[in-house]
């Protein structure tokens, strides 16, 4: 909120009135008025009727303005306007200026904010030309109500006083209440915060306050601290009733290059470990987590990093919610990257921590990672080169290591024939070189691993054929496109002196089947012969809808048994895979993904969802089905998720959200509701969410969350059971 009078008002003009610009200032000036007279026996030059002062960006406009050479005092009557430089206006019906403008009084003062906020007073004093100070000041950035501009605002600040110093930048008030809706819900004596000059500024935010069934009550008031223009920090201690205190903070800082942050937090609670039917109890454990990131452009072309994010168990960061989504998987990262039009070459370090429950296997650690990836101009025949080459370095808690280097060269080109025939070929040379020093282990097919080296050359080829047809009619377009892809390359490739570190969880679907190697990562290839094939189609409808399929196969004319203990990619012809899309209007969108088993016609996998409605109602939902054993490592998956968001004007809206365990009957996992009012000056939020989960450390959760937000000023959050 911005208070200010009129600093320096400059005229120049001629004859009876050079006294009046010589006292108002300096510079050049342009006023216009009806009416001018010099009074030169009481010494008084008065500007009459439609009087417009200009003097750089400011404006002021008045009925009446005069200056009394005697007494050095500037007045200015009726319909008084000021325009500010800065955007803000000023109305008053009088205002009285002297000591060249730095001291004088204004009566009835009205302030429009360059946000639209209003101030109203019943007088303002200005001393020294630096303090303002107002009397019985009301201020409100809520729209007036056109229907009744006699009515309250939604909410406004009420003071005796009000007092803006410029110089130090911040504004007070004495004796100031919080009025809603013309009723006083909350008052304080004093009350300080920085003028809109100032962007940062130290001093406590507003608070949270409210209870979890995890941590008992708790009670937050982050303390800002603007260190300087390119660093701050933020001091967030929270107060809980079962853990203690939970010490927090973050800090933040620019540079010329980049950026860095950190936050993180500490506490010193108990902590439950163990299986469900033995649990064991640690008391006054260190606990907590540190996250932080760091981006610097080194030049135009390269620019390095971090992300980090740890933490000192599996349930803290569930446990104590106070710090954003956590995560099965906290992953911490250094790199240097760099790009050269279709170049892209990068080193990286990962380090991983698994936060699921349960006896877990150390997390790898990847270090270093290097990577070049180029892709060449297109050539004469309409082809182009490409080049991939991967390092890494990658070992255990327990010493086992090793190293793998992968080069990957390729040449792709499309052909398309007269008759419409599309056909893409790639051909690849992949070479791959592995050495493992202190692991010896039994892989998913039971053979032995052992330490050495270790490596394979690949010649693979793709042929990728496809014949669209496509008709157009008064009503849309139709497209049907036929496709056959025949892949190959040599038998095997995966020994076992190749260890499986990046190609563990295979799912088949409709965006792989097409693929030279389905598997993710490198350390697992797909060999062999195989003949992929499938059927698009489309409609597309001159109304705006469409309706999209896909389904598709592959057989491999070999066999891999290792690769099918492995990743779960089976032999001979694969599951049939495939997806529909509807989008019949803007308002309805519906898909459905499947993949059916080839030998008995058995459903493994089934996801259907579907959006309905537009911004005023629409409904959602989501139902997955997936197969125990369909993807490896996977447990049987079968979830209904179901939502609904309305806004039935322009302020109010809802959003409701559950999500169903459908293996054993009907059980619910999640449900939430949102409530939302939100203007130009006030949001109210009202949450309310139930989880039916709960493990070891971490107990099934009834929260009911309130924020009030008052803009431009701040806002109180509460979080009850």
Avoid at 175 to 184: D, F, K, R, T
Avoid at 229 to 254: C, L, M, N, W
Avoid at 587 to 596: A, G, N
Avoid at 633 to 649: F, Y
Wanted: glycine residues 8%; charged residues 25%.
């Amino acid at each position: 909120m911005l208070l200010l009078f009129c600093s320096a008002i400059v005229m120049s003009t001629t004859g009876g009135s050079t006294a009046l610009a010589q006292q108002l200032g300096t510079g050049p000036v342009l006023f216009t008025a009806n009416e001018l007279t010099h009074d030169r026996e009481l010494g008084i030059v008065t500007a009459r009727g439609n009087v417009e002062i200009m003097q750089g960006e400011r404006v002021l406009l008045a009925d009446t303005v005069s200056f009394n050479q005697k007494t050095e005092t500037v007045t200015a009557n009726g319909n008084i306007k000021l325009l500010e430089p800065t955007g803000e206006v000023i109305f008053a019906d009088y205002v009285e200026l002297t000591n060249e403008m730095k001291d004088g009084v204004i009566k009835e003062i009205r302030l429009l904010l360059t946000d639209n906020a209003r101030v109203v007073a019943n007088g303002a004093r200005r001393t020294g030309g630096n303090t303002t100070e107002l009397a019985k000041a009301i201020y409100s950035p809520c729209s007036v109500c056109a229907d009744d501009p006699d009515r309250s605002p939604l909410w406004q600040i009420k003071a005796e006083r009000v007092i803006h110093d410029q110089k130090a930048r911040k504004i007070e008030y004495r004796n100031a209440s919080l009025e809603m809706w013309g009723i006083p819900v909350a008052y304080t004596p004093y009350f300080e915060h920085p003028d809109p000059t100032v962007k940062r500024e130290t001093g406590f935010l507003f608070p949270e306050f409210g209870a979890n069934s995890n941590v008992g009550s708790f009670f937050r008031a982050p303390f800002f601290w603007a260190i300087a223009d390119d660093k701050d920090a933020t001091i967030d201690p929270v107060f809980t009733s079962d853990e203690g205190i939970v010490y927090s903070g973050e800090y933040r800082q620019r540079f010329i290059n980049g950026e860095f942050n950190i936050s993180g937090s500490a506490a010193v609670a108990d902590r439950e470990v163990g299986s469900p039917f033995f649990i064991e109890n640690r008391k006054d454990q260190f606990r907590g987590h540190v996250f932080s990131d760091a981006r610097f452009d080194i030049d135009d072309q390269w620019r390095a990093g971090f992300d980090v994010e740890r933490s000192t168990d599996q349930t803290y960061l569930r446990r104590f919610n106070f710090f954003g989504p956590s995560s099965t998987t906290l992953e911490s990262n250094a790199f240097i990257e760099g790009f050269n039009r279709r170049n892209y070459m990068a080193a990286n370090g990962y380090l991983f921590q698994d936060t699921r429950l349960g006896q877990r296997p150390d997390s790898p650690v990847v270090f270093p990672l290097l990577e070049y990836k180029g892709l060449g101009d297109i050539d004469d025949f309409g082809g182009r080169w490409s080049l991939d080459s991967n390092f890494r370095y990658l070992y255990q808690e327990d010493k086992s290591e090793n190293q793998r280097l992968s080069v990957d060269i390729g040449y792709e080109i499309p052909i398309t024939s007269p008759i419409g025939f599309v056909t893409t070929i790639e051909t690849n040379l992949r070479m791959d070189a592995y050495n493992t020093n202190h692991f010896i282990a039994t892989d998913e097919a039971g053979r032995r691993t052992e330490d050495g080296f270790d490596g394979r050359i690949r010649p693979e080829l793709k042929i990728d054929w496809r014949y669209p047809f496509v008709r157009h009619d008064s009503s849309g377009q139709t497209v049907v496109e036929p496709i056959v892809a025949l892949l190959v390359s040599p038998d095997g490739g995966n020994s076992p002196g190749i260890s499986n570190d990046d190609s563990v969880v295979v799912e088949l679907d409709e965006t792989n089947l097409l693929d030279q190697n389905r598997t993710p990562g490198l350390d697992r290839v797909e060999g062999g012969t195989r003949l992929a094939y499938g059927l698009r189609a489309a409609r597309y409808f001159e109304t705006g809808g469409s309706l999209s399929a896909f389904v598709g196969q592959s057989h491999k004319f070999t066999t891999d048994n290792v690769l099918e203990a492995e990743t779960g990619l089976e032999n001979g012809t694969s599951d049939i895979v495939g997806r529909v899309d509807l989008r019949p209007s803007r308002y309805v969108d519906l898909f459905y993904r499947f993949r059916i088993d080839e030998d008995n016609g058995e459903v493994n996998r089934s996801e259907v969802g579907t959006s309905i409605g537009s911004s005023a109602l629409s409904f959602g939902a989501n139902y997955t089905f997936l197969r125990e054993g369909t993807v490896d490592d996977v447990a049987q998956l079968d979830e209904l998720l179901l939502s609904m968001n309305a806004q039935w004007d322009d302020n109010w809206r809802v959003s409701l959200f559950t999500r169903q365990d459908l293996i054993n009957d009907i059980e619910p996992l999640e449900h939430s509701a949102v409530l939302t009012y939100e203007d130009e000056c006030f949001r109210f939020d009202a949450s309310l969410r139930r989880t039916y989960t709960s493990s070891t450390d971490l107990d099934e959760i009834d929260e009911f969350v309130v924020r009030l937000t008052f803009k431009t000023v701040g806002g109180v959050e509460t979080e009850l059971f």
